[in-house]
């Protein structure tokens, strides 16, 4: 690849496939919950929340019936990666357990999205899910809150999604617009060898979790999610560029969250940021990845920053030295092990 080409790829924007439906229902599924947990006083379970309202982000493409099935799939996912993250954190060696953990969940969990054919592709959401719950010292009573504030907020996106798609066919007949044609349901992705899971997933987030964790940066598990990034691509060529774009885009999203985050914005603040970085998201990640993340960055650390604040900084700092270590090892894992585009790769 040309230095030219690679800057026309970083920069390319793809044509816009309808993404304001997508973003208006992930904003209110993530939105919502958090204003309820506000306003009941229980801001400590919004991760709970939030990682359950990721579920709305599955299945964008599919007719209503897959689209419901995906995200209640992506949701029970999303669920054991929670409950794991409590079981994590409550070991005085959390930081080191969650290494283990995450690497084996992702690889099982890659093998299910890969032959269940999900789209978002990958397991970065769920290895996110286990590593934010897991990074705070939990109790047996954290089950409870835990389990009940995700199923309830899956149970509020599946009952959005119905309640969306319903009012869109409505609006299509009263405009007597047709439908738009959405793309045939593809079917299942060949299978990989079990070596491909292990190098993307196994091997790869246990490298990125223990240099992290030795070295002792805050938030290691930020090297694990960034480590999937890369090798979710399908061949050298788009790991590099996935790679590339991940880091340009979270160094410039962190100077975006930090000048969200010095004016110390109150709950109230960092919810109605949180959904308009929700929003974003969704209408860009599509369309160019590296200018999602000015959105996905300040999403990710308001939401751990809502639930457990620490000094802008520092929270600033363990994301941007995180970041370029997982895509370091991810690309660095690449080169060394030669690993082909396989037959079907379609993460």
């Known amino acids: 690849m040309t230095d030219t080409s690679l ?15 997508v973003a208006l229902r992930a904003t209110l599924s993530a939105v919502v919950p958090l204003v309820v947990l506000f306003t009941t006083d229980h801001l400590d379970w919004a991760l709970y929340a939030a990682f359950g309202a990721m579920s709305s982000l599955y299945g964008r493409n599919q007719a209503l019936p897959g689209r419901l099935r995906m995200q209640l799939e992506a949701g029970a996912s ?4 929670i409950l794991i993250g409590v079981c994590v954190g409550i070991s005085p060696a959390r930081d080191w357990l969650a290494i283990p953990a995450v690497a084996i969940f992702a690889t099982v969990l890659a093998i299910i999205v890969h ?9 970065i959401l769920q290895v996110f899910a286990v590593g934010g719950v897991s990074s705070s010292v939990r109790t047996v ?8 504030v995700t199923i309830a907020t899956i149970a509020f996106v599946l009952l959005l999604t119905l309640v969306t798609s319903s009012i869109a066919r409505l609006w299509q007949r009263r405009s007597s617009h047709e439908p738009a044609p959405r793309p045939a349901p593809s079917a299942g992705a060949p299978e990989w ?13 246990a490298v990125a979790g223990t240099i992290a964790t030795a070295i002792g940066i805050g938030h290691p598990y930020w090297a694990m999610v960034s480590v999937t990034v890369p090798l979710a691509a399908a061949d050298a060529k788009g790991r590099s560029l ?8 979270t160094l410039l999203g ?3 969250t930090w000048a969200v985050l010095s004016f110390d914005p109150s709950p109230v603040v960092l919810i109605i940021v949180i959904g308009i970085a929700q929003a974003g998201a969704e209408m860009f990640v599509g369309r160019n990845y590296g200018f999602a993340l000015l959105f996905i960055t300040p999403l990710a650390l308001c939401m751990v ?38 037959v079907g790769d379609t993460d």
């Open 78 to 81: 999303l669920l054991a990666a």
């Open 115 to 123: 032959r269940r054919n999900w789209h978002p592709g990958g397991v």
């Open 254 to 256: 962190v100077l975006v």
């Open 242 to 249: 996935r790679g590339i774009q991940r880091v340009i885009g």
């Open 141 to 148: 009573s954290d089950f409870v809150p835990a389990a009940a």
């Open 7 to 21: 800057i026309q790829a970083i920069t390319r924007f793809h044509p816009r496939q309808g993404e304001w439906a």
């Open 193 to 205: 060898p079990l070596h491909h899971y292990v190098i993307r997933y196994a091997l790869a987030i």
């Open 305 to 342: 920053q809502l639930v457990h604040p620490i000094p802008v900084t520092q929270l600033i700092a363990d994301r941007a030295i995180e970041t370029v270590l997982g895509v370091a090892v991810g690309l660095a894992i690449t080169l060394l092990t030669h690993e082909r585009k396989q």
